[in-house]
């Protein structure tokens, strides 16, 4: 079974930057796929990113060109750099892993993964 540890995040005001870390164990991990979720209270979590077929990545329009999914194979560690933050970013943060082999579509949802960290929240101040 694949375990993720998630870290990284914080009080942050408006403009500022986070790095979110997740890490991964139990498998190996170039094969999966590793997604970001985020969720605020009263709402469905939302995704944000994820990381598929080697290098490539995918974001959701809100977020592309502030935040960056890279991913450290050697070290089993997915990461999330989050810039230029605005207030409506503010939610606790997921990572998601799966290895299931599917159209990138798929990874939009999150019954597209089956393996998922604890939450980190990010908070950014105005």
């Known amino acids: 079974q694949v375990q993720l540890v998630e870290s990284g995040g914080g009080l942050v005001q408006a403009g500022g930057s986070l790095r979110l870390s997740c890490a991964a164990s139990?498998?190996?991990?170039?094969?999966?796929?590793m997604g970001w979720f985020r969720q605020v209270p009263g709402k469905e979590r939302e995704f944000v990113g994820f990381?598929?077929?080697?290098?490539?990545?995918y974001y959701r329009d809100s977020v592309k060109d502030r935040f960056t999914i890279s991913r450290d194979n050697a070290k089993n560690t997915v990461y999330l750099q989050m810039n230029s933050l605005k207030p409506e970013d503010t939610a606790v943060y997921y990572c998601?892993?799966?290895?299931?082999?599917?159209?990138?579509?798929?990874?939009?949802?999150?019954?597209?993964?089956?393996?998922w960290g604890q939450g980190t929240q990010v908070t950014v101040s105005s």
């Open positions: 139990g498998r190996t991990f170039s094969n999966y796929t």
């Open positions: 990381s598929w077929s080697g290098v490539k990545t």
């Open positions: 998601a892993a799966t290895d299931r082999r599917a159209s990138p579509r798929t990874y939009y949802y999150s019954r597209g993964y089956d393996y």
